[in-house]
């Protein structure tokens, strides 16, 4: 089943409405995940509708609630999603951010009660797009243990960052903290397929290729020891700083089973104006260029935006899996 991405919208949105969520969450939850979709990141596209819905079926997730903020500081927003999805609160936060770093030159938004994020880049890349240099920081379910221990304290806690560019798309830098994506795993183990070595260890610590095992064990950080000291700093800004839970007390994002996982974001919308001036705009280009002038490199995020172009032209083709979810199944 091939959509265009507004078909794919109202699809998406649609289901979620059966389902008992207010129409304008709906519609954010579609506009992240088909955006995801478009851009290739298929981890956080429509994939994720079946573990959404069962979330939502639980009341794991509450498809009724409505995010609310209140600005503490000249430069701080807390947003409290109040259990519902991510993606509402982060609309929010969105939405009050830019005045808010024009007016202070800086300005951070702190999410708690919330649920799984989705594409982190995709939130960074909505303020590039309005001239503002912009990080993120989320934490997620424990799945990676300390650089050296065999207990998961981290999740895969993404970072992203985004910057504008003269006439052109914003720069964006979207990662997480682990090797690869646990989605990647639960992939494997659903095919009955091994995972290449070094992505996961067992519950022993040794390496391990098989799916259950690693899901048992621990994730790989990125860079190892290093990859676990940025964990560290995420959870410290996402869980500490926000109030959310930390990733060791947070439920999976992946079924319906046990409480809201109370996870947290950390966004912060920075003004160039305030800093670095008009000179900003103009060492971003040549930065870019000193990159894009040499034969196979490229900016980060550069895919992305090839994918997204073919997407809104050829539309996006619909999991076949996650097709009976628009039929009433």
């Not at 478009?38 to 509708?49: S, V």
């Not at 590039?128 to 221990?149: D, E, K, M, T, Y």
């Not at 970072?159 to 504008?164: C, E, K, L, Q, Y």
Request: charged share 20%; hydrophobic share 50%.
């Amino acid at each position: 089943m091939r959509l265009t991405l507004s078909e794919a919208r109202a699809w998406t949105a649609a289901i979620f409405v059966e389902k008992g969520c207010r129409p304008e969450a709906a519609e954010a939850v579609a506009r992240a995940l088909v955006a995801a979709e478009a851009d290739g990141l298929k981890g956080h596209g429509l994939t994720r509708i079946p573990t959404y819905l069962a979330m939502l079926a639980t009341g794991k997730v509450d498809g009724k609630a409505e995010p609310a903020a209140v600005q503490s500081a000249p430069g701080a927003l807390l947003v409290d999603a109040a259990h519902g999805y991510a993606y509402p609160a982060l609309d929010l936060a969105l939405e009050r951010l830019p005045a808010m770093a024009r007016a202070a030159g800086i300005a951070a938004a702190a999410i708690r009660r919330s649920n799984h994020c989705g594409a982190a880049g995709h939130h960074v890349e909505r303020l590039a797009g309005q001239g503002l240099v912009a990080l993120f920081f989320a934490n997620a379910p424990a799945s990676i243990a300390p650089w050296g221990g065999l207990v998961p304290v981290f999740g895969t806690n993404p970072i992203a960052f985004a910057a504008p560019l003269p006439g052109r798309e914003p720069v964006v830098v979207d990662l997480s903290v682990s090797k690869v994506a646990r989605g990647n795993i639960l992939a494997a183990r659903q095919k009955g397929e091994p995972i290449p070595e070094g992505w996961a260890l067992d519950k022993q610590g040794n390496p391990t290729t098989d799916a259950e095992a690693a899901l048992a064990g621990t994730m790989l950080p990125m860079g190892d020891a290093k990859g676990a000291a940025l964990a560290f700093m995420v959870e410290a800004l996402a869980a500490c700083l926000v109030g959310a839970s930390l990733s060791i007390d947070a439920s999976s994002l992946f079924d319906g089973e046990g409480p809201p996982p109370e996870i947290g974001q950390f966004l912060i919308a920075i003004d160039p104006a305030a800093f670095g001036g008009a000179a900003f705009g103009d060492r971003m280009a040549r930065l870019a260029a000193a990159i894009e002038d040499q034969d196979g490199a490229r900016l980060p995020g550069t895919r992305r935006l090839a994918l997204r172009a073919k997407a809104a032209a050829e539309g996006i083709v619909v999991p076949e899996d996650v097709r009976r979810f628009g039929t009433g199944g």
